[in-house]
């Protein structure tokens, strides 16, 4: 049977599948497919921050060809071709691996939302694509089209991590409604600290493309490790015990101080490699390995917001729930009887 | 959304930069008509400090590279007992600006060899030809990165044609890229009069038939940045004008600075 217990439910959409074991799901395809898809993400990262730190943006000057094909010849994958063309054919896998999920979403999929996000996913990734080729194209603005790619680069991996949490056993099983503080609500510092590791990824970005100085990077740095590590604090203080919600806390500020050292490691090695020929090591590693995890970070703040709201009601609502919990509870005690 | 915005600003952006980059008229500028009484700008070009130690290239990504003959340390501050190449050197100012001078038919060539550009630093005139060659045995892409001339990125394989192409306006100075090799580094001074040189390995540097005048002498480094002086040349004088670079000067600020800089067009 399905299991409720003494709590009530608060997503909504699982109400429409109570008749149904929660392994049975029909999102669990969808949610391996998600997972996949975030690991090329991931990888897909790896090589767009790859070409920005060997410099070979421009080194293959076509687009969508390259070289004019769309497999190029052995020959021609050498030196900086090779970050950039690799970086368009895992965007090609990240692309037609988007389309399959919209799809199988579309199809899977009872919740409404849940279809709109997929497509929303693959409206991003058509974006992205579109934008990566203005970069092609336009050389000229380099700074200006590299800086919103960066930035729809990690908005559509928070969609990508998103799906993946709608997708998961552990948002379908059912939890206990928690109210969440008036104070200092944890739906809206995690919130915000998502937006400003987001704005941070792009000063990041806007940095490492030399439209900004660093000085943007610094300060949004402190204020994310501020935003995060009082997220992470009021996390741990209030739900300890609960693993749903302390765990990515605790993944978030592991990151956070890796990121930090990463971050500077990556700076001091710039600086030092500010009169070579050519970017070298370790400064390519310490900047891949810097936005990465500043990728990761913000994986983990969006689990950490999801889950916030699925779990913690507002604290004007927590009564009227409260309320609302004791009748669910009566009525299952009285059918049981 | 962020997609459409971006493609309107570059629309945008775009129209406003074809514009200006189209061949300009020579404008009401008279020609100018030597009077015999040209003067000529002479000078040495010094290093103040220890020579710095010449950085290898690692070029080991493109067998074809590495594998070539040619030297494999970086160019980019040759000193020599004490004096510094590559230095372009030009004149702006008082009667240049007044008159306008024939363009060269005769092309400025930068060939790729040893994955190296030649010559590194170069000055063109404005609309001369301007043609890149390829002797080596792989790809190169040539990307000059201009501010007020057009952009342009163009792939060059081995034993394909010269590229040929022209600046239309005056900009010093424009920095040249392969991006396939990234340490393969040029720069191009393009001026609308015929009165600048670069620096050759001992540093000297001569500019010839510069009309009687009051000029400032600009002097540029790619790493070692901008100096200036005023210079006067009478009729048929010949100046000499020498400089010092120290070994501490930088070319200026970079990305690294902590101030904010917005390169946006």
Known sequence: ?337 | MLTLATVLIIVGCGKKKSTTGEKEPEGTKPAYASKGDEGTITGKISFDGAAPELKKIDMSQDANCAGSAGDKTADDLLVADGKLANVFVYIKGGPVDKFSFPTPSDPVVLDQQGCRYHPRVFGIQVNQPFKVTNSDNTTHNIHPSPKTNPEWNKMQAPGQPAIEEKFHRPETLIPVKCNQHPWMKASIGVLAHPYFAVSAKDGTYTIKNVPPGTYTLVFWHETKGEQTQQVTIAAKESKTQDITYKAAATAGATSMQIAPTLLLP
């Not at chain 1, 998600?34 to 790896?46: D, F, K, M, N, P």
């Not at chain 1, 700076?267 to 990465?292: C, F, K, N, W």
């Not at chain 1, 669910?328 to 059918?335: E, I, K, Q, T």
């Open chain 1, 1 to 337: 049977m399905y299991r409720t217990g003494n709590y009530p439910l608060r997503n909504a959409d699982l109400i429409d599948q109570k008749d149904r074991p929660v392994n049975d799901t029909p999102t669990r395809g969808v949610h391996r497919l998600a997972i996949i898809l975030c690991c090329i993400t991931v990888a897909l990262l790896v090589a767009g921050a790859l070409v920005t730190s060997n410099e070979a943006g421009d080194s293959v000057p076509d687009w969508p060809l390259s070289f004019g094909r769309w497999l190029i010849r052995s020959n021609n994958f050498i030196a900086n071709v090779r970050y950039e063309y690799s970086h368009r054919f895992i965007a090609g896998v990240v692309g037609f691996t988007t389309l399959a999920l919209a799809i199988w979403t579309y199809f899977a999929e009872r919740r409404n939302w849940m279809r709109r996000l997929g497509l929303i996913a693959f409206a991003g990734v058509i974006a992205q694509a579109v934008i990566g080729g203005m970069r092609v194209w336009f050389p000229e603005y380099k700074a200006l089209i590299a800086v919103p790619h960066a930035l729809v680069a990690q908005s559509f991996f928070a969609v990508a991590v998103s799906i993946v949490v709608f997708t998961s056993r552990s948002w379908w099983s059912p939890r206990q409604i928690k109210s969440d503080d008036k104070s200092l609500p944890l739906r809206t510092l995690t919130g915000v600290t998502v937006l400003a590791v987001l704005i941070q990824l792009v000063l990041g970005a806007g940095f490492r493309h030399q439209a900004f100085g660093i000085a943007p990077h610094i300060a949004g740095a402190v204020i994310v490790t501020a935003l995060i590590a009082t997220t992470v604090i009021t996390v741990l203080r209030r739900h300890r015990r609960d693993g749903y919600l302390a765990r990515p806390a605790k993944f978030a500020i592991a990151l956070l101080i890796i990121q930090l050292g990463l971050g500077i490691g990556a700076y001091l090695a710039r600086l030092a490699s500010a009169g070579d020929p050519q970017p070298l090591e370790p400064m390519i590693s310490l900047t891949v390995a810097h936005l990465v995890v500043g990728a990761m970070t913000l994986a983990m703040m969006v689990t950490l917001m999801l889950r916030s709201h699925q779990v913690l009601s507002p604290a004007r609502q927590a009564v009227s729930e409260a309320i609302e919990s004791r009748k669910v509870h009566s009525a299952a005690s009285g059918s049981a009887v």
